[in-house]
């Protein structure tokens, strides 16, 4: 089960990332803000591929709480973004997009699974370790 998670949190980030870098250079264009959208859609393709990476080799409670954060905010800005007009915001360009396509569908379903993964992953990890059996009393700690 630990692997499936590690796997599908990862596999749902490399989606987001995928999907993130190839519509980047889109973005370019995008108003407001003094921040360019392509900028945020490198750096989120940036960040979505570490965070997978490390949670495919590092999976610990912290790491997936960060997939999470990373997973639930991309996902929760394509809906934002999708259903409110927000405008510009501070640094932020004006994002808003009300269509629907088939690469917002994947990037959404990869996140979606990413965040749900992550989520599972962070109330699971770490349990019946032999280091958390000794704190909760289970197992005498053994001395060298």
Do not use: C
Request: glycine share 12%.
């Amino acid at each position: 089960m630990r692997i499936v998670l590690r796997v599908l949190v990862a596999a749902g980030l490399a989606v987001d990332a995928v999907v993130h870098w190839r519509f980047a250079p889109d973005m370019a264009g995008v108003q407001g803000g003094s921040i360019g959208g392509d900028v945020i859609f490198y750096a989120q393709a940036a960040v979505a591929g570490a965070v997978g990476l490390l949670v495919l080799f590092l999976a610990r409670r912290w790491t997936y709480a960060l997939a999470f954060l990373v997973a639930a905010s991309a996902v929760g800005a394509l809906l934002l973004y999708y259903f409110v007009r927000v405008g510009p915001l501070g640094p932020l360009p004006d994002m808003s997009e009300p269509v629907w396509y088939t690469e917002k569908t994947v990037s959404a379903a990869g996140e979606g699974v990413a965040a749900l993964a992550a989520l599972l992953g962070f109330w699971t990890a770490g349990r019946n370790r032999p280091e958390d059996r000794r704190r909760r009393g289970a197992e005498p700690a053994r001395v060298a």
